[in-house]
């Protein structure tokens, strides 16, 4: 999306994103007319953490990591994908 919104000459987008990357691309865009569609598409788990840091903390035992039953199933997937 970010090289799309770069290589084309469009003045306006539309964006249904998470909103650290609707900030950057109106910051990095300033010429182009940016809409986000939704304040509240923010991405916490993982502006917190990443699934390496997770990975390691459960491999080491260093550090307890929490996390609701949704979130915890969408890391195993991801667990088992590495």
């Known amino acids: 999306m970010y090289e799309l919104i770069k290589n084309t000459n469009y003045n306006v987008y539309v964006l249904g994103v998470e909103e650290g990357f609707y900030q950057r691309v109106k910051e990095e865009f300033k010429e182009k007319s940016i809409i986000h569609l939704s304040n509240f598409l923010i991405c916490n788990a993982f502006k917190v953490f990443r699934i390496r840091d997770v990975l390691n903390s ?25």
């Open 58 to 82: 459960l491999t080491y035992l260093k550090e307890e990591v929490t996390v609701d039953k949704v979130i915890a199933k969408r890391l195993r997937g991801l667990f088992d994908k590495l």
